[in-house]
Nanobody, 126 residues
Framework: GQLVESGGGSGQAGGSLRLSCVGS???????????MAWFRQTPGEGRVGVAR????????NYADDLKGRFTISRDNAKKTLYLQMNGLKPEDTAKYYC?????????????????WGQGTQVTVSS
């Protein structure tokens, strides 16, 4: 499969950005029947889970310090995952990756995701 992120860029603290990720390499079933997630990574660090969403979007989970500022959503008909980021802070600066769960029909924890996109850079200035 192939996941293609977009929407990154530079923003000011307090501003907003919306990331998108299209599952262009997947058929509908191989997208819609899998949980999806956003991770982020800063230089020298590992990837850290940001938000994850269940198959039809009824369940979402966020990193503790991001809930209330970030919102994950998905449109299965468009095979697209979104991350709305509000109240941006300089510490949100990172490369953001879209990913699909390794197994279908489940809502896994952070450790059960693979199939990474190429990432999109978000840079927040103070």
């Amino acid at each position: 499969g192939q996941l293609v992120e977009s929407g990154g860029g530079s923003g000011q603290a307090g501003g907003s950005l919306r990331l998108s990720c299209v599952g262009s390499g997947y058929g509908y079933a191989n997208y819609a029947n899998y949980a999806m997630a956003w991770f982020r990574q800063t230089p020298g660090e590992g990837r850290v889970g940001v938000a994850r969403i269940s198959l039809v979007g009824r369940a979402q989970n966020y990193a503790d310090d991001l809930k209330g500022r970030f919102t994950i959503s998905r449109d299965n008909a468009k095979k697209t995952l979104y991350l709305q980021m509000n109240g941006l802070k300089p510490e949100d600066t990172a490369k953001y990756y879209c990913t699909r769960s390794l197994r279908g029909y489940v809502y896994p924890g952070w450790d059960d995701f693979g199939d990474w996109g190429q990432g999109t850079q978000v840079t927040v200035s103070s």
